[in-house]
């Protein structure tokens, strides 16, 4: 089975500080995705990357940004936290190279991000 | 454009009861439709998948087909069991990309 992993359950951070939350997936899939999950609004896109160090923006990239240095890992960054960044974050992966998603998203078990 | 609306919950059914959530997609192009399922505290899995119209997608008791017609891809269980609760998200691929659309998720309770 196809694994993706992101580094922390939970965590707390201060106003302003920088977070990085990582995610690995273990399957070479060609594309990576972040979301966050916020009550009453559902799954909404981050960023996402169909390859190498290419991003593309989702719907909410405001206030973020990522990084794929290594097809197997993508980062996202949180510039300065701020307290409306609280939320459950969720990454996925998928095998499509370059066409529809027909396969489905493989997605981690998310973070909890509390800013304060 | 691309878009998924699903039945809002919470829904709340006895154990064994029979499960519909509705999900309704417009027709842009010849999309994939999804249903994945949120444990608490837990993130998204598949839970069936079909990729043409008529096609129908099963799992763990659970079914939904592919209506063209009438732009619909309903989940249905016969008997539920308390196992069962959990957050239920239908989606659709984008037609022209490799995104996938998400419904809002509809939460089920089901009851001893």
């Known amino acids: 089975d196809v694994k993706v992993t992101q580094s922390s359950r939970y965590l707390v951070k201060r106003t302003g500080e920088k977070v990085f939350l990582e995610c690995v997936q273990d399957m070479d899939h060609e594309n990576m995705f972040w979301y966050r999950q916020d009550p009453g609004l559902g799954l909404r896109l981050i960023y996402f990357s169909y390859d190498v160090k290419m991003k593309e923006k989702g719907d909410i990239p405001e206030g973020y940004s990522v990084s794929r240095e290594k097809k197997e890992r993508f980062s996202l960054i949180l510039e300065s936290a701020s307290t409306n960044q609280t939320s459950m974050y969720l990454c996925?992966?998928?095998?499509?190279?370059?066409?529809?998603?027909?396969?489905?998203?493989?997605f981690g078990s998310g973070t909890r991000l509390t800013v304060v | 454009g691309n878009s998924v609306t699903q039945m809002e919950g919470p829904v709340t059914l006895s154990e064994e009861a029979f499960l519909t959530i509705n999900c309704t997609y417009t027709?842009?192009?010849?999309?994939?439709l999804f249903w994945y399922v949120q444990y608490p505290g837990e993130g998204l899995q598949l839970l069936l998948k079909?990729?043409?119209?008529?096609d129908k997608g099963s799992n763990k008791g659970f079914e939904a087909t592919y209506r063209k017609e009438t732009t619909s891809f309903h989940l249905e269980k016969g008997s539920v069991q308390v196992s069962d609760s959990a957050v239920y998200f239908c989606a659709r691929t984008y037609t022209g990309g490799f995104k996938t659309i998400f419904g809002a998720g509809t939460r089920l309770f089901v009851k001893a």
């Open positions: 996925a992966s998928s095998l499509s190279r370059g066409g529809p998603d027909n396969y489905g998203y493989t």
């Open positions: 079909a990729t043409k119209a008529d």
């Open positions: 027709a842009t192009g010849y999309p994939s």
